[in-house]
C-alpha cells in the first residue's frame, strides 16, 4: 500500500465526505427524513387552517353576493367596520359575550379545582366518581340544552315545582330578559365544569406527594397545604386550563340556539349566535366575515394574556 492511499484513507477518516444537495434531502437521511415526516401535516394545517382564515379576511373586506348560482366578489374596503360601528346589535352581543366568558371560566374553574382536589382525597370508587363527573362533558350540547329547556318550561318544568315546594315562586327562565342569560350560564356550569375538573385532577395527581408529606411533618395543616403549597405548583395548570375553557366559551352556540335563540330581543344574544344570524339569515357574507375576524382577534388578546400571565408565573417558580 503506498503512501497516497494511506493518506486517502485517513482524510476520508478524519473528514467526512461532503454529501450533495440530493444526499442531504434524501428521505433516507435522517435529519431530512424528519422533515419529510412533518411535511404531510403541514400541508393539512395549511389547507384547512390557513387557507380559510384568508379567504374570511378576503371575505371580510369584500361584498359577497350569490348570483346565478355563482359567488360575486366586489371589494368595499373598510364599509363593514363602519357597519359594526353603527350596528345597535353589536354592542349588546359582544357585552353578552364577555359577561358570559369571564363569569363561567371563573365559576367552572373554582368549581372544577374543588373538585379535583376532593376526588384526589377518595381511596375508595374513584373510579366511579370520575366517570360521574365526567357523564356531561359526553352529552351533545343540542341535548342538554333541549332537556334544560324542558326543564325550565314554566308550566310543565320540574324547576319551578321544586322551588315552589320552598316557597318561591318560579320565574319564566328562558322568557325573562334578566335571566335569560344567567339560564344559560347555568346550564354551562353543568356541562362544562367537567372539563376543567379533568384538567385540573390530572395536574393535581402529578404533584409530588414528598411536598405534602414535608408540609404536614412542619405542622401545617389541609388548608395552608392547598394554600401554600398545591395552589402555587397548580398554577401554570390552571391557567392552561382557564385559557382553553375562554376559547371554548367564547364559541358558545348550540345552548344559546336551543334555549333562547338569542332573545328575549338580544338579552342572550352571544357574538356566535349574531354571526350565524348574520350569515345564513340575513345572507350578509362579506359583514358576518368582519364580525367573525374581529371576534378571533379578541379571543387572540385572550390567548396573549394567558401565556404572558403562564410564563410570568414560570418565571417566578
Known sequence: MNQET???????????????FWQRISPTNDEAFRIWAIIPALL?????????????????????EFVEGALQWEYVGSKHIEQMLTDPVVPD?????????????????????????????????????????????????????????????????????L??????????????????????MIVDFWHWTSFLFLILLAGVESLPHELNEAARVDGANEWQIYRYVMLPLLRPTILVAMMLRTIFAFKVFDQVFVLTG???????TVISMYIYEVFFVQFRLGYGAMLALVTALIVSIFVVFYQWMNALVRDRM
Open 6 to 20: 494511506v493518506q486517502t484513507r485517513e482524510t476520508s477518516l478524519g473528514q467526512p465526505l461532503k454529501k450533495t
Open 44 to 64: 393539512i394545517l395549511i389547507s384547512l387552517t390557513l387557507y380559510p382564515a384568508l379567504q374570511l379576511l378576503r371575505m371580510s373586506v369584500s361584498e359577497v
Open 93 to 161: 352581543a359582544f357585552r353578552n359575550t364577555l359577561i358570559f366568558v369571564v363569569v363561567v371560566v371563573i365559576v367552572e374553574t373554582f368549581f372544577g379545582l374543588g373538585l379535583a382536589l376532593a376526588v384526589s382525597r377518595v381511596t375508595r370508587m374513584v373510579g366511579l366518581y370520575r366517570a360521574v363527573l365526567v357523564v356531561p362533558l359526553l352529552i351533545p350540547p343540542v341535548a342538554i340544552g333541549t332537556i334544560w329547556r324542558l326543564m325550565y318550561d314554566y308550566n310543565y318544568g320540574i324547576i319551578n315545582p
Open 163 to 184: 322551588l315552589g315546594l320552598i316557597g318561591i315562586e318560579g320565574p319564566a327562565w328562558t322568557a325573562d330578559p334578566n335571566l335569560a342569560l344567567i339560564s344559560i
Open 262 to 268: 338569542g332573545g328575549p330581543g338580544t338579552a342572550s
